[in-house]
Every structure is written in structure tokens, then in C-alpha cells.
């Protein structure tokens, strides 16, 4: 329910406070798409295609040619190179390597529909999370689906 409280936050952001939602044509600032909000403090390269729904927060860094969509990012957060994340929430401190995918299916009546990472959960390069929920502290370099980590 998270991401569907924040797809309508920044639905109702466009209508009453639409200076707060972040625009950008790919050129000069990242390419944005449908309604999304970027901290003043987060590093967004121009290359990466940010949204539908997504909440960038404080420190967070997004890397050149990454893509988001439907998705939480929390204080602290690296996204690197190429890197995708959909229908997900990303914990504070968390970093996500380059050309790595972290997925859920966004079926929100689905057991797993989303993924959820932790505080200070690591994902390695080339690695694939789908649906699954990663508690805090972990590093994972092998690729899961729909698993709880412990």
C-alpha cells in the first residue's frame, strides 16, 4: 500500500503543489515522466528516466542511464549504472549496482507483489531481485525471486 499512498501523494502534488514535482526533457536534467518528486539534495544524472510515481529522497544518487518506476527511495540510496528499479521500495543507506534489477510485479493483492529493501541492504552488479522482501544489513550477489531474507 505504500507505493499506491505515494502514486496518489504526488497525483494530488500535480493538482494543488505541482512546483514540488520534478520536470526534465533528457537533456540538461534527467528524462521525467508522469509525476515524480526529487529531493533538492539527490544527484540525478541526466541520462537516467525517472517515473510514473516515484519518490526520490535526501542524498540519495542515481546513476547515468538507470530507470525507476513506481518506486520509494529512501535518504542515502545509490543507484548505479544502468541499474532499474520497479515497483519497489529502497531503505535507507541501500546501494544497488550497476546493471542490477530489484522488481516486483506490482500486483499489490499478490503475497510478494513488490520488493522491499532494508536499511544498508547492498545489491551487487548484475543481480536480480524480483518480488522479494531483504531485511536490513545484507548483502546479496546472487540473483532471488520471491524470497524473504532474513
Given at each position: 500500500?505504500?507505493?499506491?499512498?505515494?502514486?496518489?501523494?504526488?497525483?494530488?502534488?500535480?493538482?494543488?503543489?505541482?512546483?514540488?514535482?520534478?520536470?526534465?526533457?533528457?537533456?540538461?536534467?534527467a528524462?521525467?515522466?508522469?509525476?515524480?518528486?526529487?529531493?533538492?539534495?539527490?544527484?540525478?544524472?541526466?541520462?537516467?528516466?525517472?517515473?510514473?510515481?516515484?519518490?526520490?529522497?535526501?542524498?540519495?544518487r542515481?546513476?547515468?542511464?538507470?530507470?525507476l518506476?513506481?518506486?520509494?527511495?529512501?535518504?542515502?540510496?545509490?543507484?548505479?549504472?544502468?541499474?532499474?528499479?520497479?515497483?519497489?521500495?529502497?531503505?535507507?543507506?541501500?546501494?544497488?549496482?550497476?546493471?542490477?534489477?530489484?522488481?516486483?510485479?506490482?500486483?499489490?493483492?499478490?503475497?510478494?507483489?513488490?520488493?522491499?529493501?532494508?536499511?544498508?541492504?547492498?545489491?551487487?552488479?548484475?543481480?536480480?531481485?524480483?518480488n522479494?522482501?531483504?531485511?536490513?544489513?545484507?548483502?546479496?550477489?546472487?540473483?532471488?525471486?520471491e524470497?524473504?531474507?532474513?
Open positions: 500500500m505504500s507505493l499506491r499512498c505515494s502514486g496518489l501523494y504526488l497525483s494530488r502534488f500535480r493538482r494543488t503543489s505541482p512546483h514540488l514535482l520534478a520536470s526534465g526533457d533528457g537533456k540538461r536534467t528524462t521525467i515522466v508522469g509525476d515524480v518528486y526529487i529531493h533538492p539534495s539527490a544527484k540525478v544524472h541526466p541520462t537516467s528516466k525517472i517515473g510514473p510515481n516515484v519518490s526520490i529522497s535526501a542524498n540519495a542515481v546513476g547515468a542511464g538507470a530507470r518506476i513506481n518506486c520509494i527511495i529512501l535518504d542515502g540510496v545509490e543507484i548505479m549504472e544502468n541499474a532499474v528499479v520497479i515497483h519497489s521500495i529502497v531503505g535507507w543507506k541501500s546501494s544497488i549496482g550497476k546493471w542490477s534489477r530489484v522488481q516486483g510485479e506490482g500486483d499489490q493483492n499478490a503475497k510478494l507483489g513488490i520488493t522491499i529493501l532494508g536499511e544498508a541492504v547492498d545489491v551487487e552488479d548484475e543481480v536480480v531481485i524480483v522479494s522482501i531483504v531485511l536490513p544489513n545484507k548483502t546479496l550477489n546472487v540473483s532471488v525471486q524470497e524473504i531474507i532474513l
